[in-house]
């Protein structure tokens, strides 16, 4: 992630500047496949309150399906993939969806080369336009 958004690990880890959070503030359980969904229940109980208080929040950068799916809404692509590509139009609304980083989402990146040479730059421009 600190790679995607060329962050420094100094900047990346600054809870004065960024601050990190799960979707489900709780672990739902392994699944067969790596873990379960997030619980519906636990992100509409304490993200509201972490907005509270992170009230000067210039960029939400949602990774992952969930976060696109509790964030955007109706706004968001049909697919996780439609959502990413399309995300220079979610930066006006405060947010930048990208998929998961994770090692299983490998496929996912061999099969999408466009993610690093036209999202990617998107997204640190964004970050850069910060002055983190």
């Known amino acids: 992630m600190r790679r995607w958004l060329d962050l420094t690990s100094t900047q990346f880890y600054d809870p004065s500047t960024v601050a990190l959070t799960s979707m489900g503030f709780c672990y739902p359980g392994k699944a067969r ?4 969904p997030p619980q519906r229940e636990c992100a509409s109980r304490w993200h509201p309150a972490l907005e509270d208080h ?3 929040i210039a960029l939400t950068v949602l990774v ?3 976060a696109h799916a ?6 968001r692509r049909t697919t996780l993939t439609d959502t990413v590509r399309a995300a220079e ?8 969806p990208l998929p998961h980083p994770s090692p299983r989402n490998q496929p996912w990146l061999s099969k999408n080369p ?8 998107i997204a640190q421009a964004a970050v850069r336009a910060l002055h983190l």
């Open 33 to 36: 496949s790596g873990d379960k």
């Open 54 to 56: 992170l009230p000067n």
């Open 64 to 66: 992952g399906q969930y």
């Open 70 to 75: 509790h964030y955007l809404r109706q706004d």
């Open 89 to 96: 139009d979610y930066l006006p609304l405060g947010y930048l």
């Open 114 to 121: 466009w993610f690093e040479e036209e999202v990617l730059p």
